[in-house]
């Protein structure tokens, strides 16, 4: 981990770009610049491991981040993958316990870090700031429960196809006509991970789905042509068929 130090302007622009301090007010954002840390983490550096006191927050604003707990067999289980601007483990900063599991990145990253003290005073003077934190956590709920949805389909088809249509449904209004890119946020083998499936299950379904039509496959890039194919995935009661 290396902290760096960008101009005033830069920093301000970082923390403005998290939602949750997109709307803070001048006096507030005074309060955070001195305070706030712009963290540089390398390929499989961890930012926090389960266990540890959770002290500070952190925002995901560059990379990616993988939020991961060890099974008592020393295997490893995704629970989250996030691409940038994300909060990490808000929950367990603002509730006062230990991170309940760790964080790893898979490759080079950049975080903004801010004092859980620092954060708590803003939270007791600004409701609206506590409004928008629990809309923070509300979304993760949400996105929580799409993914134990995803995971209740029996077939590896199923739940990638839920886990790109994820992707869509989370994507800002563009244009209707253009297809929507992908960028995945962890190696396949992560992917794969996080949707209890075998690499080798995610590679031959990603074959399946491009020789479909449904998408294009470029590296880390998938290019989502044909959303409604992945939609009758999901209600198709059969999905020997795909």
Known sequence: MKTLKPTDGALRSYIQRVP??????????ETLMPRAMLLQFDRGEH????????????????????????LPDGSMKTLHLFSPVALLAEAAVFMGIPFPASCVFPEESLTLSFPRAQLIDIVEKDPAFAWRLMGQMYKKLFEFTSVIASHSQKNAVSRVASYLLGFVQSAPPGNATEPACVILPAPKKDIANYLGIRP?????????LEKAGAIRVDGQAITILQSEYLENILLDSDPAEF
Request: overall charge negative.
């Open 47 to 70: 930012g926090f491991l389960a266990g540890e006191k959770a002290c500070r927050l952190d925002a995901l604003v560059s990379g990616s981040a993988q939020i991961y707990r060890t």
């Open 20 to 29: 949750l301090f997109s709307s803070c007010s001048e006096e507030d954002l």
């Open 200 to 208: 080798e299950s995610l590679s031959r379904t990603f074959a399946t």
